[in-house]
């Protein structure tokens, strides 16, 4: 549809000249010569001067930094606008193509499975009883779906995987945007989630999809039982997530990153490699290479020690 066409359905009067064909949403940094993106403050200035969007949703301030080739459509409120046109973009759910399923003869799909519409099965994989994946799902070769397992549409499972009961893959991540009244409009979350090679994840662990990209989980990651992956995280290669611990949306994890049990970190900060964090850890803040931490607020751990051994004094004074 065109960007005029759009902007009506949201009861939104522009003229707009070009009026570029839409077939899709997606970040500032990744959205194509077809896509529609946004950007809401100064933070966004570099990504807007470089971004190959068909065109970007703004407001009057940051118009002129819009990259040539690119529209710049001005509204008060971009995040929310955006927020109302995923709506436009959603998944719309229907019953499975009979047939459409590529299952490799050697793979094993147990009674009571759920397979959408053009869902691929690898070489040598299991599927358990309860499993249910969703439309466009891959799976690799050599993988093991535990039962009642939930792989959401769209989303990558890689080779020599194993996904233990009652894990969530592709749920959507928690995002809204916010009326002036105080309602809180859905982002429709119309990414995915890629899980790559010899990844090993726990039970009852939720993995949200990304708002218009991939969560990425990389090779030879092991994920504890309880965990939650909110939507656009990057765990890098090899890491270790025990459990209960929390990583917030947008947050990237180096390779070799250790959470321990009950950490979490806030959100759109990045991990380094080999960092370690302690358990109960609340990483707020970018982390040095190779440094280990512990604590709330977050210190290195001898610091931390310290300060703990100097608190237990004070108790005793």
Known sequence: MKTSDILKALSIS????????????STLRDATSTQLSYAVSDKHANDLKRTNAAAVLVTQKLENLVAAGTVAVVVEDPELCMARITHLFRKVFDLPEAGSQQIDPSAKVFPNVSLGTAVIIGKRSRILSGVYLGDNVEIGEDTIIHPNCVVYH?????????????????????????????????????????????????SNTSIDRATFTSTIIRRGTKIDNLVHIAHNVE???????????GI???TVLGRNVVMAAQSGATGHIRIADFTTIAA??????????????????????????????????????
């Open 14 to 25: 522009l003229q707009i000249d070009p009026d570029p064909v839409i077939t899709g949403i």
């Open 154 to 202: 769209n989303c990558r499972i890689g080779s020599r995987c194993i996904i233990h009961a009652n894990t969530v893959i592709g749920s959507d991540g928690f995002g809204y945007a916010h009326t002036k009244s105080g309602e809180h409009v859905k982002i429709e979350q119309t990414g995915n989630v890629i899980i790559e090679d010899d990844v090993e994840i726990g």
């Open 235 to 245: 765990v890098g290669e090899h890491s270790i997530i025990a459990g209960q611990t």
């Open 248 to 250: 917030a949306g947008s």
């Open 280 to 317: 109960r850890g609340g990483v707020t803040k970018n982390t040095e290479q190779g440094k280990t931490y512990a604590g709330f607020p977050l210190l290195e751990h001898r610091a931390w020690l310290r300060f703990q051994a100097k608190l237990a004094r004070l108790g005793k004074e």
